[in-house]
């Protein structure tokens, strides 16, 4: 009994069963919409965010106008626009890294390709991965951001 457990345990197979199978293909389902969805939103963002950009930027040139500030109004409007393009860029990552887990799993799972399984789970394991390091140095930045308030109210006290 135990050699066969420790053949087992030692084996580089593993075996997915029906069950297994089914969750992973639903899984693949989900992973693709929320992929799609997200590419059609960083799209629909890009967009708004040069129409904003050009926006704002005419409204804050022509306000700031009298007092001699339509550069500067005008490169607010374009520091929002790039601001939005660097979110969506970064974004990018993740869906990509999404939507090849969605369908590396589906083709894995269609033709029984451990090759393709294993390209799945590796895409899955890098949006993890970039969410997680993305995440901690949002905390990070957030982190900075509060001390240096608590630092600015303190001087503002004075």
């Not at 345990?9 to 029906?18: G, I, Y």
Request: proline share 1%; with cysteine; aromatic share 12%.
């Amino acid at each position: 009994m135990s050699d066969i457990l420790d053949n087992n345990l030692n084996s580089d197979n593993l075996v997915l069963n029906q069950e297994t199978k089914a969750y992973l293909t639903e899984t693949a389902k989900w992973a693709k919409l929320l992929a799609i969805v997200g590419f059609v939103m960083l799209v629909i963002m890009i967009l708004a965010s040069l129409a904003m950009g050009a926006f704002m930027g005419t409204m804050m040139s022509s306000t700031m106008a009298d007092s001699g500030g339509g550069l500067a109004g005008a490169l607010g409007g374009g520091a929002l626009s790039v601001m939005y393009i660097i979110i969506a860029i970064i974004y990018y990552f993740p869906l990509m890294y999404l939507y090849k887990f969605a369908t590396r799993m589906k083709t894995a799972l269609a033709s029984n390709d451990q090759a393709s399984l294993n390209e799945s789970i590796k895409n899955l394991k890098s949006c993890y991965k970039f969410l997680g390091i993305f995440t901690l140095v949002t905390v990070i930045i957030y982190g900075i951001g509060i001390v240096f308030a608590m630092i600015g109210g303190m001087f503002a006290a004075f």
